[in-house]
Nanobody, 125 residues
Framework: QVQLVESGGNLVQPGGSLRLSCAASGNIFSINVMGWYRQAPGKERELVADITSDGRTNYADAVKVRFTISRDNAENTVYLQMNSLKPEDTAVYYC???????????????????WGKGTLVTVSS
């Protein structure tokens, strides 16, 4: 069983900053990609940013420059530093990891996705 625990969501004024954290624990052999997604009311869930185990990052156009994703491989933790927040950043932010359950799966490239329960970010004055 793999658990993802997110934290850091809050109410913040426009122009403010927040830092989200997501710690993965449980029975997992290795983690490849760690990422953040968000879902605003009435909209589909979308990718915000992700990062590979060797540090390659990918960002949605809407958050480039303002958000920074990072990870601590030793702690199986991923972070999202969000600066210059806008009202349109308001959403539930979900952590997702893609990893391998065991060595057998790793050798065969059979990855599994795990999701956190989400943390609410509200940007409002």
């Amino acid at each position: 069983q793999v658990q993802l625990v997110e934290s850091g969501g809050n109410l913040v004024q426009p122009g403010g900053s927040l830092r989200l954290s997501c710690a993965a624990s449980g029975n997992i052999f290795s983690i490849n990609v760690m990422g953040w997604y968000r879902q605003a009311p009435g909209k589909e869930r979308e990718l915000v940013a992700d990062i590979t185990s060797d540090g390659r990052t990918n960002y949605a156009d809407a958050v480039k420059v303002r958000f920074t994703i990072s990870r601590d491989n030793a702690e199986n933790t991923v972070y999202l530093q969000m600066n210059s927040l806008k009202p349109e950043d308001t959403a539930v932010y979900y952590c997702k990891i893609r990893g391998f359950k065991n060595a057998w799966a790793s050798l065969r490239g059979i990855a599994t996705d795990y999701w956190g329960k989400g943390t609410l970010v509200t940007v409002s004055s």
